[in-house]
């Protein structure tokens, strides 16, 4: 990554307020990912701010990002923001794009678990994203199938709209469930 690449990118998150993706956008039609930039992205999504977490996690996602530009360690990164207490925003994108990640079998389990939790969250959108990054899980690993069927069912019961229509899409995306 060159140095301009790099201090655009700095600017960028750094100058993100949690809300305005202006310069995040500017900065996403000005560089393409490559594999410097992906690895940047992927250490700031790692940090413990959270407006950095959502601005990487922002970038990775508008990128359209996928399983074959991640090494095991940044897709354990990204994973990593599901398992831990962060803000939804994050999460939300790392949700989005489950299902373009290959979950390893070692932290299948353990994201099943969160997913669960996030299934339960008061937050609609998370809830929703939760159910489809279940089936997303599941359909890599199928010994989870029975559970993403349980969260589905669960989410068909919801009140909100948002939450049955994501559910609906879900079950077309994947024809086992």
Same mark, same amino acid.
């Given at each position: 990554m060159t140095s301009s690449a790099s201090h655009a990118l700095a600017s960028a998150l750094f100058g993100f307020d949690g809300k305005r993706t202006d310069a995040l956008e500017d900065f996403a039609a000005n560089f393409r990912p490559d594999?410097? *930039?992906?690895?940047? !992205?992927?250490?700031?999504?790692a940090s413990d701010d959270t407006n950095l977490q959502t601005a990487a996690t922002w970038l990775l996602k508008h990128y359209g990002i996928t399983a074959a530009q991640l090494s095991a360690g940044q897709t354990a990164t990204l994973l990593g923001l599901l398992l831990r207490q962060t803000s939804w925003l994050p999460q939300i994108h790392v949700l989005q794009i489950l299902d373009t990640l290959n979950v390893p079998e070692a932290l299948?389990? &353990?994201?099943?678990?969160? *997913?669960?939790? !996030? #299934?339960?969250? $008061?937050?609609?959108?998370?809830? #929703?994203?939760?159910?489809?990054?279940?089936?997303? *899980?599941? $359909?890599?690993? &199928?010994?989870?199938?029975?559970?993403?069927?349980? !969260? *589905?069912a669960a989410a068909e019961r919801e009140e909100a709209p948002s939450v049955r229509a994501r559910v609906r899409r879900t079950r077309q995306a994947f024809d086992w469930c």
């Open positions: 594999a410097d *930039l992906i690895t940047e !992205l992927c250490d700031f999504a299948a389990e &353990p994201l099943m678990r969160a *997913l669960r939790a !996030l #299934a339960v969250s $008061d937050n609609t959108f998370i809830r #929703a994203w939760s159910v489809h990054g279940a089936a997303a *899980l599941a $359909d890599q690993h &199928p010994a989870y199938r029975a559970a993403a069927r349980e !969260l *589905l």
